[in-house]
């Protein structure tokens, strides 16, 4: 068994190896042929520049090539200034936009690859999905054979596992922060946003540490104090690396885009994006880590039950049938996601594309208002906000799935969480009043709102929000800060369903008398950084915002002490102390 | 401003500290040479076993002490001066009280066993229990374990964790059979055994063997002589007040410090409360040192009360207690004896796969509930006690069995089972009136 599993683990040792070292395999050779451009002025524009640079004919590496290229389109545009522009076209007919830079070095990279991966994509495709998923599932399936219970032996002392020291941690979180401002800087040509958002961080920490007190609170339950698991850098180093490259450089993985082509075409008939490869990826983890989550908990059903769902809802909602509504001509949609996480639900450009889509687009925009309008309050009510956050949505899906072993690395120190109510309320905020701008200039036809520029507001809550926060470090993350950080400090769409959990809602979780042996593994193993023994201590049932509803705090509690439930009363009744240890009487507050 | 010193910082001793603070202003301070901060000792098993850390074993964080104005000392107390109420520490220095909690715990039982004293042989109690396994754990090659019961087990999960060979080594004839009704011992007998646990019944340490360097290397079996080598050995025969220090001294001690219902002591202003304390009058039913985690959790809220003047007598209520025995849970609520006297009935379930099972005992002649035994199956505290408290009667109980279930959402209800069985046993014809589910908990709860 322990070889099989060792054979497995090789595996998808070597498939991530060549998924890798990949990206440097084959060439690219601009020809007269696969020049990009959407007029024949373009085209001409860019052969004339290529030609001048050397360019053409020539065969060059990824990363050289698109050096390269993008000095080819920098040279067409200058040459461009002085071209005459006849009467019967318009200057953008001629002329190269700023905005279309990326576009078109994309398309040339496509274009002009050559090698093994364009000549045989599904060998490739095998290589590394296919040899990756036969590696994750030798490696898994043994483990159903084992006996049912708790398998967290030995988390602590795996090196990818078990977190980093808190230093190391906070240089992470500031390095990664300052490069993505610093990098939204340049990319956006804009100080004011990068400021902005600078500033905000700097009251964040002023009100949390000054305001709130909790200067002095040393955080020892936030990372470790002597060990640092490098096997668990190096993968949250690679993770963040992945988005970087997904969000911004989807040139520089054009290998791995190729490789999925065959798929998409035989999906939604259309080319595989950057975006399609990571529906695809996403979709093979939550599959694959969502069996090993099974072998996990085969004793519960709740798990399994939950594991099923989140697998579910991947594969056919966010996957399967937005793909199939492409082939279909039909606008490509998700029907499980809402605003405000899917924010860009009120552009403009979604707005008309969903209008004009018929009877079937027509739907889709009052659902996806419906969903969030009427659906949130009313199945949150009824169940908690963890009927959409670990058992529909997609974020969720992948954190209990993938994120599963790295779900003891959640801060959860006091400090934490005065942190996680600034950031996760500021988001909501942010994203409500994004949206609302966006829908004043929709109708009003207004681009500018006070001093803000609707497209900058727009173009700095995607970059901030839609993918450095909820990718790079929401994903990236996982092995350095646990598996919800995007969750739990980030998500718009979890703060709304929180506060509806706060304040109305059937659901909590239930204390068992006075069973708690304050063993920690609750609090441990809570995703979310919520101090659960600090309620099941003192017996007191735990009604909290963030509270996802996952289920294992009550599945590693050793005592029988907890259990999510739904109960006909709610309010701030559901907190009340239902039985005191022994003598009936108030509790030390650990807040303020 | 009155100042209690309370010396051990275990769930005694700091419950004891957090009651006083919310109760009085007084100056409070806790004395400890295991630990500076308070931890959970029955977590000691997870933290070898890697599921956690020791932070994470801390239920309060670090500032709370502070911000709570609860002084933590980390020193050893080495000697105590009732009549000028100072206690004397190892480092030296000396500290004055005007009210003494004595929170002093267990240490772990050794009868005299040749070898007992060997490097590589240890309970498990405290912090530097854990140190001495985890030191001698690299490239360990076999562990005995001597004793069964809670600690015992958990000792032998832990090794078998890191999958070392582990040796049980049980005097009674089956596990833990002087607390658990012969079919439950059994059951988690067989568990133990599906765990590649050597289990080795009926027999008693007669040796533990000396390699030469004064370290441990092998156990000889008492009644066949058979000799066991091995790395390390575990004593896990029960624990025993930690009150030896205080014997020559004017305080009354018999096994543990004599408390009276109170939990003060012979000399005024001195209490003793946990593992240590041993009851004048206990309660019907109860042992005179209860060495639990709830109980102590009790006694320093107790304590507490009388300190502030407020003071009530020490009543622990209805039994309960619970432990996981490897993958099986337990949770006993009431008066569950390993052999019920003839004026009680046993109504025993068990599950086909033989890790789950339900006891109900009753009084046969009134059908009085008197308790319940659950084994991998959860049952709420609160249902269980009222019933217990409220003499239901077991038809009573049965059709509203589905109440007290606790087990998670999707979990099969075994309840209609138990029902069934009990029908089957009476020739009643019973039907189950509710199922799991907490709305009818609260509207009987507060009823």
């Known amino acids: 068994m322990k070889i099989i599993q060792n054979l497995g683990l090789l595996m998808f040792i070597l ?60 040279k067409a545009q200058e040459r461009q200034i002085k071209e005459y522009i006849p009467e019967d076209m318009g200057e953008w007919d001629v002329k190269i936009g700023d905005w279309e830079l990326s576009g078109y070095t994309n398309a040339a990279v496509k274009s002009s690859a050559q090698g093994p991966i364009q000549k045989n994509p599904w060998l490739w495709f095998g290589l590394t999905f296919g040899l990756a998923i036969l590696g994750g599932l030798l490696f898994i399936f043994p483990k159903f054979s084992e006996h049912p219970g708790i398998k967290h032996n030995g988390i602590y002392h795996d090196s990818l596992t078990r977190g980093l020291k808190l230093n190391i941690r906070s240089l992470f979180l500031g390095g990664t922060i300052l490069a993505m401002l610093v990098f939204g800087f340049f990319k956006y040509q804009n100080l004011f946003w990068p400021l902005i958002t600078l500033v905000t961080i700097a009251l964040i920490y002023y009100l949390v540490f000054y305001r709130e007190n909790s ?335 996952c289920g294992v705090c009550a599945a590693v509690c050793p005592r029988g002490v907890l259990r999510l439930e739904n109960g006909s009363d709610d309010g701030a009744s559901r907190t009340e102390e239902l039985r005191t240890i022994h003598i009936a009487e108030g509790e030390i507050g650990i807040l303020g | 401003m009155a100042h209690t010193v309370i010396i051990g910082n275990g769930i005694a001793g700091t419950t004891a500290a957090r009651w006083i603070r919310k109760l009085s202003d007084q100056k409070i301070t806790m004395i400890s040479s295991e630990s500076k901060y308070f931890f959970s000792r029955t977590a000691l098993m997870y933290i070898y076993m890697g599921h956690m850390r020791m932070e994470d074993t801390q239920p309060y964080e670090d500032w709370f002490w502070k911000k709570n104005r609860i002084d933590l000392v980390m020193d050893h107390v080495t000697g105590v001066d009732f009549k000028l109420k100072s206690l004397q520490l190892r480092s030296g220095n000396s500290i004055t009280y005007d009210n003494l909690i004595l929170a002093l715990g267990s240490k772990s039982n050794k009868f005299g066993w040749p070898g007992q004293d060997l490097d590589g042989v240890g309970g498990l109690y405290h912090l530097q229990d854990l140190e001495n396994m985890e030191a001698y754990s690299k490239g360990l090659k076999r562990a005995v374990i001597c004793g069964g019961g809670l600690i015992g087990i958990e000792m032998a999960e832990m090794f078998h964790s890191r999958h070392i060979p582990v040796t049980m080594l049980v005097r009674e004839s089956n596990y833990w059979n002087n607390v658990l009704p012969p079919e439950e011992s059994e059951m988690v007998s067989k568990h133990i055994l599906k765990n590649d646990i050597d289990l080795k019944l009926g027999v008693n340490l007669g040796e533990i063997k000396d390699d030469g360097t004064g370290r441990a290397c092998a156990v000889v079996v008492k009644e066949t002589g058979e000799e066991i080598p091995c790395g390390y050995v575990g004593l896990t025969a029960g624990v025993s007040p930690n009150i030896g220090w205080l014997k020559e001294t004017d305080l009354e001690v018999q096994r543990g410090i004599m408390v009276n219902d109170r939990l003060e002591t012979n000399i005024p202003n001195v209490y003793a409360i946990g593992d240590c304390a041993q009851l004048r009058t206990p309660k019907p039913g109860r042992r005179n040192i209860e060495a639990i985690w709830y109980t102590g959790r009790m006694m320093g809220e107790t304590v507490a009360y009388g300190i502030c003047n407020k003071g009530v007598d020490y009543d622990p209520g209805i039994w309960f207690n619970s432990a996981k025995f490897i993958d099986i849970e337990y949770q006993v609520y009431g008066d569950m004896p390993a052999h019920h006297d003839e004026h009680t009935t046993s109504l025993f379930w068990m ?26 199956i959860r049952y709420r505290h609160e249902v269980c006690e009222k019933w217990i408290r409220d003499q239901a009667h077991i038809e009573e109980v049965l059709q509203n069995l589905g109440m007290a279930n606790f087990d998670p959402e999707f979990y099969k209800q075994y309840e209609q089972d138990i029902v069934k069985l009990y029908n089957m046993q009476t020739g009643k014809n019973l039907k189950l009136k509710q199922r799991r589910g907490l709305n009818r908990v609260l509207s009987f709860l507060t009823q």
């Not at chain 1, 395999?25 to 520049?49: D, F, Q, R, V």
């Not at chain 2, 890790?355 to 084994?375: C, H, M, P, Q, W």
Request: charged share 15%.
């Open chain 1, 15 to 74: 498939a991530l190896l060549i998924f890798t070292a990949m990206l440097g395999i084959g060439s690219h050779k601009l020809t007269e042929e696969n020049i990009p451009g959407k007029t024949e002025m373009h085209k001409l524009a860019i052969l004339k520049a290529a030609k001048e640079e050397g360019l053409l004919d020539k065969e060059l590496g990824n990363i050289q090539f698109i050096s390269s290229f993008s000095k080819v389109l920098k």
């Open chain 1, 215 to 549: 200067r002095d609170n040393n955080p020892q339950r936030s990372a470790s104090p002597i060990h640092t698991g490098w096997l668990g850098v190096i993968a949250g180093v690679y993770l963040i690396a992945f988005y970087v490259l997904l969000y911004w450089f989807p040139a520089y993985i054009n290998n791995w885009i190729t490789m999925v082509n065959p798929i998409s075409k035989s999906l939604s008939g259309g080319e595989a994006s950057n975006w399609f490869l990571y529906g695809l990826m996403y979709t093979v983890i939550v599959i694959v880590m969502g069996i090993r989550m099974l072998s996990k908990y085969q004793h519960n059903n709740y798990q399994k039950i939950r594991t099923f769902s989140v697998m579910f809802f991947q594969t056919a909602f966010a996957f399967l049938i937005p793909e199939i509504l492409v082939r279909m001509n039909q606008p490509w949609f998700d029907f499980k996601n809402m605003w405000p996480l899917d924010y860009d639900f009120f552009y403009s450009y979604n707005i008309d594309n969903l209008i004009s889509g018929g009877h079937l687009g027509t739907f889709m925009l009052v659902w996806g208002i419906l969903l969030f309008v009427i659906g949130v309050p009313l199945f949150t009510y009824f169940f908690g906000k963890r009927w959409y956050c670990s058992w529909v949505c997609g974020c969720g899906g992948l954190a209990e799935t993938m994120g599963d072993p790295y779900r003891q690395l959640s801060d959860k120190s006091l400090r934490a969480w005065k942190y996680e109510r600034y950031i996760i309320h500021g988001v909501l905020v942010f994203s409500i009043v994004m949206t609302a701008m966006v829908l004043y200039s929709y109708f009003s036809n207004a681009s500018q709102i006070l001093i803000f520029n609707v497209e900058n507001v727009k173009a700095w809550y995607g970059f901030l929000i839609g993918s450095a926060f909820a990718g790079v470090v929401g994903t990236g993350f996982y092995p350095l800060m646990g598996n919800r950080v995007w969750c739990r400090f980030g998500c718009p769409l979890a703060a709304y369903l929180g506060l509806v959990q706060r304040f109305k809602s059937k659901f909590r979780i239930t204390i068992n008398g006075g069973q708690c042996i304050s063993c920690g593994n609750c609090s441990t193993y809570c995703e979310m950084g919520i101090d659960v023994r600090s309620y099941a201590q003192r017996g007191q049932n735990i009604v909290r915002s963030s509270c996802v509803g």
């Open chain 2, 351 to 376: 599950h086909e796969d033989s890790e789950k099972s339900v006891r109900i005992n009753y009084d046969t002649a009134s059908g009085t509930i008197k308790g319940f035994n659950l084994f991998g």
